[in-house]
């Protein structure tokens, strides 16, 4: 394993650890991967992630998607000054480590990679989006019940403060939601798989599921999805991109519930 001077090691950890949870990462073409490794590797992490360490990264980016050819060329020396070994493949990955953050970039592989992890029963995080497809989003959580492994996914947007509080009911029964985010479109992944699920997953947080049907409206510059649930309540999601079809910030929404209505604010971390 590669590392650095001065950087703490494994061994090091261990003596101040009971146990290391090993996390290997799959995909070096995104700024999550870095994200991540900084704060599990951080010796001042909080204490629900103390013995987490990211100790190995695979490499993985996809020459037809801008952004992660962008990435793809960064990425690598940052893990290497953090102490992550590089390695080619998953399978080398996968003898070193006991759970598995998926960050590759491109979801049209992410099924493809799931699979020999799920098969070696390593719990597995897979980052937004999930896939790129429906049917791979499907088959990856079936494989995940054939060969009895954890697999999650989610955006970091279900985790942000004003989110809690209102799951925690400080609006009471929710209402109806109106939530926004970025989507700016790329070519090889359906239209809100790639920067739209931040919004939708916001949207979601707050109503639960039960969405029953979608209408959509679109522009070059902005997506509006309305969505009835079972129970009658209505929910939607605003994408926006500018003229360009580039990231136009700005997360967050607004929860409208029996006892008020709140703001549901924007990213708070990872």
Known sequence: MFIPPGQPSVAADEQRFSKVLRVGIIGTDTSHSTSFTKILNNPE????????????????????????????KTIVPQLKKMGVEIVPTIEKLLEGVDVVLLETNDGRVRLEQALPVLKAGKPVFVDKPIAASLADVIAIYEAGKRYKTPVFSSSSLRYTDGAKRIGGGSVGDVLGCEAFSPCPLEKTHPDLFWYGIHGVETLFTIMGPGCESVV????????????????GRIGSFRGRRKENNTYLGGYGGTAFGSKGIAEIGSFSGY
């Open 216 to 231: 959509r409206s679109a522009t070059p510059n902005t997506d509006v999805v309305v969505g009835a649930w079972k129970d």
């Open 45 to 72: 992490a909080p204490d629900e992630l103390k013995g987490c360490r990211v100790v190995v990264a695979a490499l993985s980016s996809s020459a037809d998607i801008a952004e992660s050819a962008r990435f793809g």
